[in-house]
């Protein structure tokens, strides 16, 4: 029931936002764990309330102006394994709802893992402006003004300062009498790291799964893991389409234009670069992958209706341009369309230039594409791209960080007169990105992990690990290390898992209460 519980869930995360309207991109978000059914009872045999119960934590609106007063953000805690004296696992799932996170309290994940070895309790908090914790009853860009890498760490120190646990001896375990460890994974991986540097003294320990540090405009390395371990066929045959776009457009050459988008289906798309960006859809398909994830993927669909022709596999070279044009349009139009559109019309759907439709001017709220646009306009960028010239191109060069900038401009005409340029530089200068030391912090990162080159485990950087700041890689995907299921099918992912529980249990065995 439990494994049943982890693939289902893990088959469900948002790789990327394909709904009317919307820009294709991916979302750095963790896969989501739904809670295992049944009955839990503390050691001593007391009944634990359902992993479901929802609990309110009067949060403030504006860490710089407490008198504009609080708002109520929803959490989950879990204290099946909890002793006294043990610590606080806290995590927040970051850019989403956090309502299908639940398993996360429980040893499905590492979080519970290490509660369970330390005699825990774990607490999950949802990130402000996501699910139904917003400080203002709407999206609008005055409402999320107060939308900050800055106000979510400011939350989770005030959260675990001030509130009084719903459990046995929840009014007296603040940091300064219990340690508290932050977890997360991909966004929420880096506000683990980024709360650390900026407030230290307040988590003992911290794990970063998948942590993106690095604030990146022209993030074109996204898709680098993506064409070094994707079937070499499959990334030959998409380089030759990919270059074949390019040319078209550097030549002009319109008619050859409409005729590549006809044969996807998609010849009803006005404007070039929005073809060009409806093609990164299936690779986004990438980062929904996980050790155990089988063939039927749709990532596994799209490489095998280029590379198998006649019940033939194409060699490493692939079977060439004209018929990987033919079959990546023929996959287009009997399955990837109606995947990420529906009935809806391909400009309705893909395009990016009416700004006019409710995708850009929705501002209600629960609307995760929204909040986090308002983050990557503002702070983060991770624009994912075409790559430089010299490169291996898997997206064409069409696709630039102005094409996604423009957008901003689409959804927060009130913020923005011009496409904007994301503080990216003021981020990793603040919160210290690949620079990042802290004491007591376990990176942990896979191989495969299509945002490989954000976390400190890139190749653009060489960043050793040390007896204090461990850096973990495991040959996972994205966050592969926070599902235990995962240890149990991939042993470098189960290694990874098993040193961090190791370093958490001499790290804590250290630990002294402050006052």
């Known amino acids: 029931m439990v494994l049943a519980l982890i693939v289902a869930a893990l088959l469900a995360v948002y790789a990327y936002a394909a709904i009317p309207g919307a820009m294709l991109r991916a979302i750095p978000a963790l896969p989501p764990i739904s809670a295992p059914e049944g009955l839990r009872t503390t050691p001593n045999g007391t009944a634990v309330p359902s992993l479901d119960t929802v609990y309110i934590f009067h949060q403030l609106i504006d860490h710089t102006n407490p008198g504009l007063g609080t708002f109520q953000q929803r ?94 001896g929840g009014d007296n375990v603040k940091p300064n009498t219990t340690p508290w460890i932050l977890v997360g994974g991909s966004y929420s991986g880096a506000l683990t790291a980024w709360t650390m540097v900026n407030q230290p003294g307040i988590f003992y320990a911290g794990y970063s799964s998948s942590g993106v540090v690095e604030a990146i405009t022209d993030y074109w390395a996204y898709f680098k893991p993506i064409q070094e371990y994707m079937p070499q066929n499959c990334s030959a045959d998409v380089q030759s389409v990919i270059a074949y776009l390019d040319g078209l457009y550097a030549a002009n050459d319109t008619q050859g234009l409409q005729d590549l988008k006809s044969t996807f289906g998609l010849g009803g798309l006005s404007h070039i670069d929005d073809f060009a960006n409806a093609l990164e859809g299936t690779l986004f398909e990438w980062q929904s992958l996980q050790p155990d994830t089988g063939p039927g993927a749709m990532f596994f669909q799209f490489c095998d209706a280029l590379e198998v022709k006649n019940g033939q596999i194409a060699g490493p070279e692939g079977w060439g341009l004209q018929n990987a044009i033919q079959a990546w349009g023929g996959f287009w139009n009997s ?97 210290e990105g690949w620079g990042v030391e802290v004491d007591r912090l376990f990176f942990a990162n896979g191989q495969r992990d299509p945002w490989r080159e954000a976390t400190v485990s890139s190749d653009f950087i060489y960043k050793a690990s040390t007896d204090t700041q461990l850096i973990y890689v495991g040959d996972g995907f994205h966050c592969s290390d926070l599902s235990t299921e995962n240890g149990v099918v991939d042993a470098t992912i189960a290694n990874v898992q098993s040193a961090a529980l190791g370093y958490m249990k001499t790290w804590l065995a250290a630990w002294t209460p402050s006052t």
């Open 335 to 431: 399955t990837f369309y109606q995947y990420v559109c529906g009935n809806t019309d391909a400009e309705t759907c893909l395009g990016t230039y009416n700004a006019s439709q409710s995708y850009w001017t929705s501002t209600a709220v629960n609307n995760n594409a929204r909040s986090w646009t308002w983050m990557v306009c503002n702070q983060v960028g991770y624009y994912q791209d075409g790559p430089p010239v010299g490169q291996p191109a898997i997206v064409s060069r069409i696709l630039t960080p102005e094409f996604f900038e423009r957008q901003c401009v689409n959804m927060f005409p009130q913020k923005f007169s011009s496409p904007p340029q994301p503080a990216v530089a003021q981020v990793d200068q603040e919160y």
């Open 75 to 168: 959490y989950w805690m879990d204290w099946e394994y909890y002793k006294p004296g043990g610590p606080i696992i806290f995590m927040t799932p970051g850019e989403v709802n956090a309502e299908n996170y639940t398993g996360y309290l429980t040893n499905v994940t590492i979080n519970g893992l290490i509660a369970q070895q330390q005699n825990g309790a774990a607490v999950i908090i949802e990130h402000r402006f996501f699910g139904l914790s917003n400080p203002y009853p709407n999206l609008s860009s005055q409402s999320l003004a107060v939308l900050t890498i800055q106000q979510a760490i400011d939350d989770l120190v005030y959260f675990a300062q001030q509130a009084n646990l719903p459990m046995p």
